[in-house]
């Protein structure tokens, strides 16, 4: 299958063999760890924006712009991955183009300035979580069709505990240490040179033969009914996660607590990431694919509602704890769905597609959200999450009775029955 699989038998210390499936897990778990731990920054981007005196109106502006870059971007890396062959090379151009516009960001003055640096940055860090996503679910059903025992979730847990350390030791240094905010940005520079080491010694996205544009034929996608019912679903219930996490230092504030407490708040809720991503795999045999993204997809509507009730940081911490939990299932799912009804050849397009679809609806939440908090104040903004995510999921539950009714046939109807191992 690759490199890792097919070099020279390892031993461990004792001199037994290290069964392959354990070398991709310590890779690509390290890869999760160091990816994850990078885009912890984006917690810290409304603290950073309103730290240097931008308004509520000005961050919304700024982030409806992130996720206008979020759209052009995503589908363009998506489809050059494709094109390639390879994800991995793209990743590290990804990489190297956010960690260099992370350094020059502390050196822009003024909101024009900041929030030019800031789309370019998007550019090149919003399609990276689709791309690893990408190349880790290719590799885990690979290594499955060879038996080996290996899931997307037991991989990705590993970024949420990133993500946690990162965002703690942000907190701590920031809160507690007296740094600067440009502190978290100068941190994805450190992991993101960590990442890019990890590519060029991960060649496992085994170099396909480069593919012509016109032979992709990506206007299947868009002819695909449950492919478009589930972006739009996914546009949905996305926005809100977006602009309420964006805007949660606010709410952080709003009960009293300092906005540098974000970081102490998703590191959290990251953790509680960690066992539903183990999880995941054993879920995923008992229930369809569908049943768990609908679960999901409901607790995210009733932690919106939650935050509209919060009167301390400690009960902001708690509907966290509710947010990680579905998150991590929500994450593995969704990725996996994509996955299976997608053609092979469009993996990459088709999950950078749906992130894409994401800054659509996260462009739409954010250019309204700051008017929704200067006019009715950061807790009507989470019920307006909740109203969005409430027809998302009345949406999504009826468009599978329709397709049945105009005849169309699911791409994957094993997904509507059990998910098998993610």
């Given at each position: 299958?690759?490199?890792?699989t097919?070099?020279?038998?390892?031993l461990?210390?004792?001199?037994?063999?290290?069964?392959?499936?354990?070398?991709?897990?310590?890779?690509?778990?390290?890869?999760?760890?160091?990816?994850?731990?990078?885009?912890?920054t984006?917690?810290?981007?409304?603290?950073?924006?309103?730290?240097?005196?931008?308004?509520?109106?000005?961050?919304?502006?700024?982030?409806?712009?992130?996720?206008?870059?979020?759209?052009?971007?995503?589908p363009?890396?998506?489809?050059?991955?494709?094109?390639?062959?390879?994800?991995?090379?793209?990743?590290?151009i990804?990489?190297?183009?956010?960690?260099?516009?992370?350094?020059?960001?502390?050196?822009?003055?003024?909101?024009?300035?900041?929030?030019?640096?800031?789309?370019?940055?998007?550019?090149?860090?919003?399609?990276?979580?689709?791309l690893?996503?990408?190349?880790?679910?290719?590799?885990?059903?690979?290594?499955?069709?060879?038996?080996?025992?290996?899931n997307?979730?037991?991989?990705?847990?590993?970024?949420?505990?990133?993500?946690?350390?990162?965002?703690?030791?942000?907190?701590?240094?920031?809160?507690?240490?007296?740094?600067?905010?440009?502190?978290?940005?100068?941190?994805f520079?450190?992991?993101?040179?960590?990442?890019?080491?990890?590519?060029?010694?991960?060649?496992?996205?085994?170099?396909?033969?480069?593919?012509?544009?016109?032979?992709?034929?990506?206007?299947?996608?868009?002819?695909?009914?449950?492919?478009?019912?589930?972006?739009?679903?996914?546009?949905?219930?996305?926005?809100?996660v977006?602009?309420?996490?964006?805007?949660?230092?606010?709410?952080?504030?709003?009960?009293?607590?300092?906005?540098?407490?974000?970081?102490?708040?998703?590191?959290v809720?990251?953790?509680?990431?960690?066992?539903?991503?183990?999880?995941?795999?054993?879920?995923?045999?008992?229930?369809?694919?569908?049943?768990?993204?609908?679960?999901?997809?409901a607790?995210?509507m009733?932690?919106?509602?939650?935050?509209?009730?919060?009167?301390?940081?400690?009960?902001?911490?708690l509907?966290?704890?509710?947010?990680?939990?579905?998150?991590g299932?929500?994450?593995?799912?969704?990725?996996?769905?994509i996955?299976?009804?997608?053609?092979?050849?469009?993996?990459?397009?088709?999950?950078?597609?749906?992130?894409?679809?994401s800054?659509?609806?996260?462009?739409?939440?954010?250019?309204?959200?700051?008017?929704?908090?200067?006019?009715?104040?950061?807790?009507?903004?989470?019920?307006?999450?909740?109203?969005?995510?409430?027809?998302?999921?009345?949406?999504?539950?009826?468009?599978?009775?329709?397709?049945?009714?105009?005849?169309?046939?699911?791409?994957?109807?094993?997904?509507?029955?059990?998910?098998?191992?993610?």
């Amino acid at each position: 299958m690759d490199n890792l699989t097919e070099s020279k038998v390892r031993l461990d210390r004792r001199g037994r063999i290290i069964p392959p499936h354990r070398k991709l897990l310590a890779y690509f778990s390290s890869l999760e760890f160091f990816f994850w731990a990078a885009m912890a920054t984006n917690s810290f981007v409304v603290v950073y924006l309103s730290a240097k005196g931008m308004s509520n109106v000005g961050i919304g502006i700024v982030l409806a712009l992130n996720n206008l870059m979020t759209i052009v971007g995503q589908p363009i890396w998506g489809v050059v991955s494709d094109k390639m062959g390879s994800t991995r090379k793209v990743l590290i151009i990804c990489v190297a183009g956010a960690s260099l516009m992370s350094v020059i960001l502390p050196l822009a003055y003024g909101d024009i300035p900041m929030a030019t640096v800031m789309a370019v940055m998007t550019f090149f860090r919003m399609p990276l979580t689709a791309l690893v996503d990408s190349w880790v679910i290719q590799t885990t059903n690979e290594s499955q069709a060879q038996g080996m025992r290996l899931n997307y979730g037991s991989i990705r847990l590993w970024g949420s505990i990133g993500f946690a350390a990162a965002s703690f030791s942000y907190y701590w240094l920031i809160n507690q240490g007296g740094a600067p905010y440009e502190t978290a940005f100068y941190g994805f520079v450190f992991f993101g040179a960590v990442m890019i080491v990890l590519c060029l010694m991960l060649k496992s996205d085994k170099k396909k033969a480069s593919v012509p544009l016109k032979n992709l034929h990506i206007g299947r996608l868009f002819k695909d009914y449950y492919f478009i019912t589930f972006m739009l679903f996914y546009m949905c219930i996305s926005m809100p996660v977006n602009f309420g996490a964006s805007f949660l230092p606010k709410l952080v504030e709003a009960v009293g607590a300092h906005s540098e407490e974000i970081g102490m708040v998703v590191a959290v809720k990251a953790l509680m990431e960690v066992p539903m991503l183990f999880l995941s795999a054993k879920l995923a045999k008992r229930f369809s694919l569908i049943k768990i993204i609908f679960t999901v997809a409901a607790l995210y509507m009733i932690e919106q509602f939650l935050y509209f009730f919060a009167q301390n940081v400690f009960q902001i911490i708690l509907v966290q704890c509710l947010h990680g939990m579905a998150f991590g299932l929500y994450l593995s799912c969704t990725v996996s769905y994509i996955f299976s009804i997608v053609p092979r050849e469009l993996n990459a397009t088709g999950q950078t597609l749906c992130a894409a679809a994401s800054g659509v609806s996260a462009m739409i939440g954010s250019s309204v959200s700051g008017w929704i908090i200067d006019l009715w104040g950061i807790r009507m903004l989470y019920v307006f999450g909740g109203v969005v995510q409430l027809v998302a999921v009345v949406f999504f539950l009826l468009s599978f009775p329709i397709g049945k009714m105009l005849g169309l046939q699911h791409p994957n109807p094993a997904t509507l029955r059990r998910a098998g191992e993610l």
